[in-house]
């Protein structure tokens, strides 16, 4: 099977566009609070999610799982399982077709589609495919498989220990420790008047999105068809080709509404291939959908660390060096668990060293999970840097002030195409009342109040491939053709609005095909807060290349210059002189071509400098000194994304993360029993996701709108991802604030807190 797309060495392209188009001077569309384009359909249940789906003498499969953390499968019996009422097929490790490489390395695959060595509790033993959903789970329950037990280990310290049961022949450490270094931090810490160090941890979190992951696979003939809920369709494709050994062009995926996606549904997973082998070993259609129990163990999360930052600073607020040495647990199999990026480029600091060191445990996989690493370093480094502030005496919005960056240190210098960080601090600080806020009165009763801040950078900007085919019909509607998925972010929205800004259209006539490797474009998976940067200017070149052939078709009608004719409310006038004109339906050129169509290509990135989105948020909270129990009063995000497409996703985006960040901070944690090494609280009454009962009323967004016109033709960066970084630290920050207690391990919890309130009161 392929690697995924983010292992290949050299990614697709796509053709470079022969010109740049101009920035937009100014918009009448782009940038408005518009509703979503398919809200109704969302809301009034008829958009059809790929659970919603019922084919005709359609089967329903089931995955058995390993129930152990760590065993060999020594045998499975089907026997009594085929023989149930109404199942039609039992998929195993001994049918051939199921034996199919999994979770790959640069060195190769390390495990397979029903691997008999089981490295955590959830691996896939079997499947069933049956006429109910209840016989495929019966059948599931008839089955019977010896399992050989094994050591495990569920914590990183003792995985690398020496003598640790193994998880993998290689060792239980990810190849070896990622260093990066700049400068000299020996010196930078000599030239330090105040240094700060501290060791943080914080908890797996596991992807949990409202909509459960799963397939609809279909054969006709040779030709299979899936609706996934995937966050990119031609990487599933790419992925079940190469399993099935299919030619590309013998699988179609298809991925329009999606319930939720934050990283666990940027790759393919095993329940789709295995819909897909049941679905041509019964010539059926088979709906796989995993539970919601099963959904904690296997869909993926984001891994625990434990990082120790000791950072120094002089007196005039400059920093002087910062080291992080970070250990972060995978879980079973290959994955990527750095968090360093932030120490290496979010401030100016000359002498800055980064070790980070992944390893193995019996556990599920991480994935990617919403700005994958940052929050965990944003926990850690944004609560140094408010210790450094008061050391030196400093505010710490005034702190951060001091080390704004202009170039990507980690990047050799490189200028970025912009940085709005400064305004992310100055324009959040003043809306939310900083200076009153922490200078303000602090108790009330046994509630003390607290302000704090946190800033954050995100690494990916997005860029190409991305193709985008425009048609303009006769009678003015239009057709929007991409492949990028919208994962919930309101994508299909914003790219309506740049074709509406450019042709002038009501929304409403544009009628959108997207996510589905049939009919659309190449579009790489729609995540990393990515794909509005990368797929918008591709929309724009197609309704720029559909317009600039309109006007051509005008120009010759009414016998101008090209250059001498505009659009502008469904007519093409000529400059100067009003009353000549012609309406695009009574185009000439138009009504003998019926359409006219244009291609776009996204451009690519400026190779002298670099790209990053910013933010800054504040928080506000009461503890309570006697029980700990923390109130989060409210929550201001102030993020630099470049144009702001849609004023009103862009505050659904920021209100997101921010429930996201609280749920980082306050609340969620994966627990592993550690006699059995089974997930103890794997529901959602167990893993608290924050509610509508953890989240202020009290939450603004503070958009910072200065189009980035350097790095794309519609100057916008991303904003999923970095909503969503600082929050965890600035509600920290608002602790400490509030009771003069720093607390280092997220999530933070009333008994933690109270814990460390009792302490605080016995020193006096």
Wanted: hydrophobic share 40%; proline share 6%; with cysteine.
């Amino acid at each position: 099977m392929r690697k995924p797309y983010f292992l290949l060495k050299t990614p697709p392209t796509t053709p470079e566009p022969a010109e740049k188009l101009a920035p937009w001077a100014e918009t009448t569309v782009v940038g408005k609070p518009l509703p979503r384009v398919d809200a109704y359909e969302r809301v009034s249940g008829s958009a059809v999610y790929a659970l919603d789906l019922f084919l005709p003498d359609m089967l329903y499969a089931a995955i058995l799982r390993c129930p152990h953390a760590h065993a060999i499968v020594k045998k499975v019996d089907t026997a009594a399982a085929t023989k149930m009422p109404g199942v039609r097929a039992v998929l195993t490790d001994s049918d051939t077709e199921a034996r199919i490489p999994w979770y790959f390395t640069e060195k190769g695959p390390t495990s397979r589609l029903f691997d008999p060595h089981c490295r955590y509790e959830g691996e896939e033993i079997a499947a069933v495919a049956a006429e109910t959903p209840h016989q495929a789970a019966d059948a599931l329950r008839a089955i019977v498989v010896e399992y050989e037990e094994l050591p495990f280990v569920v914590d990183l310290d003792s995985a690398l220990k020496p003598g640790a049961p193994l998880i993998h022949e290689g060792g239980n450490q990810v190849e070896g420790t990622l260093v990066y270094e700049r400068g000299d931090i020996a010196k930078g810490f000599a030239d330090a008047e105040a240094i700060v160090e501290r060791t943080f941890r914080t908890s797996c979190e596991i992807h949990t999105p409202m909509e459960v992951h799963g397939s609809v696979a279909k054969w006709d003939g040779n030709r299979l068809t899936v609706w996934d809920t995937t966050q990119g369709v031609f990487q599933v494709q790419q992925s079940l080709a190469d399993a099935l050994r299919l030619p590309l062009s013998n699988v179609r995926v298809i991925g329009q509404y999606m319930g939720g996606g934050f990283g666990s549904k940027l790759e393919i997973s095993k329940h789709t291939v295995i819909a897909a082998i049941l679905a041509r070993k019964t010539a059926r259609p088979v709906k796989l959908f995993i539970s919601r129990e099963e959904s904690f163990l296997c869909v993926g999360n984001r891994p625990a660390n434990t990082m120790s930052l000791k950072a120094g600073v002089r007196k005039d607020g400059t920093l002087t060096a910062m080291h992080l040495i970070n250990r972060g647990a995978v879980g079973a199999y290959p994955g990527w668990a750095g968090v360093g990026s932030q120490v290496a480029d979010l401030y100016t600091c000359a002498h800055v060293r980064v070790e980070e060191t992944c390893g193995h445990i019996n556990a599920g996989q991480e994935r990617a999970f919403r700005a994958p690493g940052f929050p965990q370093c944003s926990w850690a480094l944004e609560q140094v840097m408010d210790e450094l502030a008061a050391a030196i005496g400093l505010d710490p919005v005034e702190f951060r002030l001091t080390s704004i960056p202009v170039v990507s240190q980690r990047q050799g210098g490189k200028p970025y195409t912009s940085t709005g960080l400064r305004q992310c601090l100055v324009e959040g600080a003043r809306a939310f009342g900083w200076d009153a806020a922490r200078g303000g009165h602090r108790r009330n009763g046994p509630w003390l109040r607290g302000a704090g801040v946190a800033a954050c950078q995100w690494g990916w900007p997005g860029g190409p491939p991305s193709t985008v085919i425009v048609r303009y019909f006769a009678d003015g509607s239009v057709s929007l053709n991409m492949g990028a998925s919208d994962i919930g972010t309101g994508t299909k929205t914003i790219m309506a609005m740049v074709v509406a800004e450019e042709l002038g259209v009501a929304l409403d006539r544009i009628q959108i095909e997207h996510a589905d490797t049939g009919t659309t474009q190449y579009a790489t998976p729609s995540g990393g807060s990515k794909t509005v940067p990368s797929d918008s200017p591709a929309v724009r070149a197609a309704a720029v290349a559909v317009k600039r052939k309109l006007l051509a078709m005008g120009a010759e009608q009414l016998e101008a210059a090209e250059d001498e004719v505009v659009l502008k409310a469904g007519e093409i006038l000529v400059a100067g002189s009003p009353d000549k004109k012609v309406r695009l339906a009574e185009l000439e050129g138009l009504m003998n071509q019926q359409v006219v169509i244009g291609v776009g290509h996204r451009e690519q990135n400026p190779l002298d400098k670099v790209t990053k989105p910013f933010g800054a948020q504040f928080a506000e909270v009461e503890v309570n000194e006697r029980t700990g129990e923390v109130r989060i009063l409210r929550l201001l995000g102030a993020h630099d994304s470049g144009r702001v497409m849609n004023r009103l996703t862009y505050q659904n985006q920021v209100f997101g993360g921010m429930t996201m960040g609280i749920g980082f901070g306050m609340t969620e944690r994966r627990v592993l029993d550690r006699q059995t090494g089974k997930m103890v609280n794997s529901n959602w009454h167990d893993y608290k996701i924050p509610t509508a009962m953890d989240v202020p009323a009290d939450l603004t967004c503070v958009p910072i709108d200065v189009p980035d016109n350097e790095f794309n033709s519609t100057g916008t960066k991303g904003l999923g991802e970095p909503a969503t970084i600082p929050t965890a630290a600035a509600i920290a920050n608002a602790v400490y604030a509030a009771t003069g207690i720093r607390v280092t391990d997220a999530p933070i919890n009333p008994t933690q807190l109270a814990s460390l309130l009792a302490d605080q009161r016995k020193r006096g």
